[in-house]
């Protein structure tokens, strides 16, 4: 992702419908006395029934424009794809594309600069010296050539504006500016709000014109970083080891994303140059837009900048030809995390009809609900866990199968139960009704994923990148419906054969890591308060205004009372014919610790009239699912689906809760899958320090992460305890909460009718409150963990939520610590490459009488962490003051909110939340009318009075091997932590 990396995992969602014909688009005329310019007429196409009624335009210089309209908020969802990725980047220069992505966000010879001769002149010599450093193998003069760079890029920087890009997407309310890198694929991607459009055309049409690589040794140590966190990712080295063993001749093993350290350490700024004058040329690109569009108006603003970059033709790629797999190639992966096992199939292309078969058999074995792998191992508990997807590519696909071991269990059982599974599919020994009912999953998740302008967009994607026309890629669900098992059994024995590859993922805590070397780098500046011409005269243009749309919870949700004075809230979907039902109690495992083995054990439990498995079936075929969770102080029974359903669903669901029938087999695997999910969470470095650590840091040894069952109390449990509990569930005093097409009287009916509850609700019990520690000296906590990075949160206990506070604090992490064109951000990484991720947050409380708190998170190489941890505390004491970066933050705030819309099921959420802070009116409100109002130095008080200065607990995940604790010591007394006194057992 930008300035980042992302693994493309191709579940796509199939859509409906036929033909493509053609239209145009004509200018519309007006009684006047002067004739009016003729405007261009564009030529589009568009498919009959398409869902998204999409146009697809391609512009006189090969641009394909995607556009579709949908009103849900004043808001576009933005997506610029190019067809290059991993797979084209030179065999000598691997990572090349990811590393280009980086420096797209750069600017221009206009965007970014103060003085573009002066800089020009500096960014010239570096170039020089990285391709002398290149071609230099002696460590010594490598090494001088390095210290030149370093010498030089200080001087460049200070012509250059650091972010300025970024700033100006901030500034108009602009949401996840980033970008991804895949094998075929990079895509740029920006949600913006409807009347920032023009300007957003402008903008990406000029950096896409030109590229710049600034700052380019402090954005490379960025990407060293970035290597060095997948090098301490066992799924990433399992992923890239079964890539390698899959495609030893394709790119799509032979290359990774990223790139190898040897090519990192030896970049080349004319390489990269050459691959975006080669392939970022407007007929290999494509412009996707979903959202509030005007289609005339965001055509010709595309076309009028857009328009004027210069086709060309992109390199020709030539699709290596795989051989056969012939027997089963078997490797094994060693590192810190729990084992597993992965298995993978070798597929033709997305376009393919085996591959959308492919999906079918996938879908077949796992479908989260009732696949065979479902049903067969993860219901039946055979397993800790499995799965199975298809990874869709251009060139070829992937079918994958994982899973993870029973305590006792062999990665070989393992194995063998997942390809005992397929065979039951090559033989086709699964329900006739499965297909039909995937089919219609399928519908339902596309119903879903319309709803979002992400995934409309998305689609266009897709479909540019693997170069499937609209119309074809619109006919995808007719042909997905029509393929039969006949179908299925003839592919799944066409390719599933011994033709796989397998990878062991050992646990090794000692396992040798590489790392991406630390380069010496000197500071750069990031001229703050500086601006170029380009920046000045673009934010001089004017914009019409949105005006912002407060929820009110009155006029926007309905109540209602049901039987025993139940409250009712919903809102009406005028959408489509997905509902979305919720019983909410206000209590919750902080009472008691067995509630939460409860609900998971409901899982593996059938009724007095279906078993389990049959249960799964029957909410799948009605395309319907439920679910019951329980979290500290609340528990949440939902079900969901297809409205025309609902009452047979709800029949379904209730008697789930009403008959649970106990099941000692069930309870005893459940307990023992639970002891070894526990041993795994001490495995994984992401549990150990954002749940972990920053528990026990909040709240001492006893809260409410180690607020659980010990073995010998798992085992004491007796089924009819468990099956009581979830028989309770409905007895307490509850609301519910609904979202779907039906009107009140008619649910409220159904309601009565069909929610089985006793005559009296009994009071919930009192909540449970763990008191929150003081945090008053300050103190460093570490676990060991071998890591090739070090990561660490600074912790402070803030002030109790305030409501007055709160527009204060988001214009506090506006300016501080979100984003890209945030202090943080561009002091750590930008400036000092300490990081690929840093971030600082004031967090509110999700609950009144609550506290706030600050958690300021780096990830660093280990020998980094010094400098590392002496910035963010420096930035935290002393807050650097910029007024432009102030007036940015400003701007973004309102911009963001008068073009945000609460909707659909969002709404009753979001009064659900304002509820436990004392609220009952939309906090945003209060924000969007302070934003304006809050000056500097208001802020410059708020950051002195409750951040700078106070004490923190400062945790630290790390290797014990690598980590500088003279330097720990520097921030208060170190304590070490062992995995037991986190975890609680």
């Known amino acids: 992702m930008k300035k980042g990396l992302s693994l493309f995992l191709a579940a796509f969602a199939l859509t409906f419908t036929q033909c493509k014909n053609e239209t145009y688009q004509t200018a519309s005329t007006t009684d006047t006395a002067v004739a009016a310019p003729a405007q261009k007429e564009y030529k589009y196409e568009t498919v009959p029934n398409d869902p998204l009624n999409a146009r697809v335009y391609t512009l006189d210089n090969g641009l394909k424009v995607y556009l579709t309209d949908y009103e849900d908020a004043p808001r576009i969802q933005t997506f610029i794809a190019v067809r290059a990725g991993s797979k084209n980047d030179p065999a000598d220069a691997t990572g090349l594309a990811h590393y280009l992505e980086h420096m797209v966000f750069k600017g221009t010879s206009q965007l970014g600069t103060q003085d573009w001769a002066k800089e020009k002149a500096e960014l010239d010599k570096i170039e020089a010296l990285y391709e002398k450093h290149r071609q230099t193998t002696d460590p010594a003069q490598r090494k001088k050539i390095y210290h030149q760079i370093d010498s030089i890029s200080g001087v460049a920087a200070t012509y250059a504006v650091a972010n300025e890009y970024d700033k100006i997407l901030g500034a108009i309310g ?74 030893p001749t394709h790119q799509y093993g032979t290359q990774t994303t990223i790139g190898t350290i040897e090519h990192l350490k030896n970049p080349s700024i004319t390489e990269i140059k050459k691959y975006f004058d080669k392939y970022y040329v407007p007929n290999n690109m494509a412009v996707a837009l979903s959202g509030d569009i005007d289609f005339d108006e965001a055509i010709r603003a595309i076309d009028a900048h857009f328009g004027k970059l210069k086709p060309s033709t992109a390199p020709t790629f030539t699709v290596a030809q795989e051989k ?132 409309r967009a998305d689609a266009f994607v897709t479909a540019f990148i693997y170069d499937i026309p609209w119309a074809d890629y619109v006919q995808r669900p007719d042909q997905f419906a029509k393929i039969t098992k006949q179908d299925v059994v003839e592919v799944a024995n066409k390719y599933l054969g011994n033709n796989y590859v397998l990878v062991y993922k050992r646990n090794d805590k000692n396992a040798t890591a590489e790392k991406v070397e630390k380069p010496s780098i000197t500071p750069v500046p990031v001229n703050r308060e500086a601006q170029s011409a380009y ?95 329980a979290g500290g102080d609340q528990v949440y029974v939902t ?79 007796k089924p009819q305890e468990l099956v009581s509990l979830i028989k309770s569930i409905p007895t307490y005093e509850h609301r519910v909460l609904y979202y779907g097409p039906r009107e009140t009287d008619a649910l409220v009916a159904t309601l009565n009718a069909g929610h089985i509850v006793p005559a009296k609700l009994k009071p919930v019990p009192a909540e449970k409150v763990y008191a ?75 609950k009144k009488d609550r506290s706030n708190y600050i958690t300021s998170y780096i990830g660093t190489q280990s020998d980094k962490l010094p400098e590392a941890m002496a910035g963010m505390q420096e930035l935290l004491t002393n807050m650097p003051l910029a007024e432009a970066n102030f007036d940015i933050a400003k ?95």
């Open 324 to 455: 056969p797999i012939a027997q089963p190639i078997v490797k094994e992966v060693s590192g810190p995390s729990a084992e597993n096992v992965s298995i993978a199939y070798r597929f033709p292309g997305m376009s393919a009809r085996d591959a959308q078969v492919l999906s079918m058999i996938s879908a077949i074995l796992y479908n989260g609900q009732a696949g065979l792998i479902d049903l067969n191992l993860n219901q039946q508990q055979k397993v800790l866990q499995a799965y199975g997807y298809d990874n869709q590519m251009k060139d070829y696909s992937v079918f994958r199968l994982g899973g993870s071991p029973r305590q006792g269990q062999t990665l070989d059982q393992v194995k063998d139960m997942l390809l005992a599974q397929v065979e039951l599919v090559k033989q086709g020994k699964f329900d006739d009704d499965l297909i039909p009912a995937i089919i219609n999953d399928n519908k339902i998740s596309l119903m879903r994923a319309y709803e979002r302008n992400s995934e």
């Open 772 to 846: 929150e520690l003081d945090i008053k000296q300050p103190t460093v906590y570490w676990v060991d963990y071998n890591m090739v990075q070090a990561e660490l949160i600074f912790l402070t206990k803030a002030d109790a939520f305030k409501k007055e506070m709160v527009p204060t604090i988001r214009l506090y992490n506006q300016y501080f610590g979100a984003g890209m064109s945030s202090i943080v951000f561009q002091e750590l990484r930008e400036s000092k490459a300490l990081a690929y991720s840093a971030y600082s947050s004031y967090s509110t409380a999700s």
């Open 174 to 247: 602009a949401k996840g500016t980033n970008a991804y890198t895949s094998v075929e694929q990079t895509v740029y991607t920006n949600d913006i709000p409807s009347n920032q459009l023009e300007r957003w055309v402008e903008l990406e049409a000029h950096r896409f014109g030109e590229l710049v690589p600034r700052l380019f040794h402090t954005e490379l140590e960025a990407v060293y970083e970035e290597k060095n966190r997948t090098l301490d990712n066992d799924g990433w080295k399992v992923m890239e080891t079964l890539n390698a063993a899959m495609f």
């Open 639 to 717: 079900l969901s689906g297809l409205d025309e359903n609902f009452e047979k669903a709800l029949a379904l669901f209730e008697s789930v809760l009403q008959n649970p029938q106990p099941n000692q087999k069930a309870l005893d695997d459940m307990v023992q899958g639970i002891l070894k999910a526990r041993n795994d969470a001490k495995l994984n470095k992401g549990v150990i320090l954002n749940q972990a650590l920053v528990s026990y840091a909040k709240y001492g040894p006893k809260n409410p992460f180690t607020n659980v069952l010990s073995e010998k109390e798992l085992k004491a449990v």
């Open 535 to 629: 920046y000045s005269q673009f934010m001089a243009k004017e914009v019409s205004d949105l005006s912002p749309v407060f929820v009110d919870y009155k006029a926007d949700i309905k109540e209602a009372k049901l039987k025993n004075n139940i409250p009712l809230l919903y809102t009406k979907n005028n959408e489509n014919g997905l509902f979305q039902l919720y019983y909410i109690l206000d209590m919750g495992t902080d009472n008691d610790q067995k509630l939460g083995m409860a609900v998971n054990y409901l899982r593996f439990l059938g009724t007095d009239k279906y078993s389990a498995e049959e249960l799964k079936k029957e909410f799948y075929k009605l395309g319907t699912s439920f679910n019951v969770s």
């Open 891 to 985: 701007a973004s705030l309102r911009n963001s909110i008068s073009s945000e819309r609460i909707t659909k099921s969002s709404i009753l959420f979001d009064y659900e939340r304002a509820k436990r802070l004392g609220l009952d009116y939309d906090i945003r409100r209060d924000i969007y009318e302070s934003a304006n109002s809050l000056t500097f130095d208001q802020l410059q008080e708020f950051q002195k009075q409750f951040v700078s200065g106070k004490p923190q607990a400062i945790l630290v995940i790390g290797s014990k091997d690598r980590l500088n604790f003279k330097e720990l010591e520097k921030y208060g007394k170190v304590k070490q932590l062992s995995l037991q006194e986190i975890f609680g057992y």
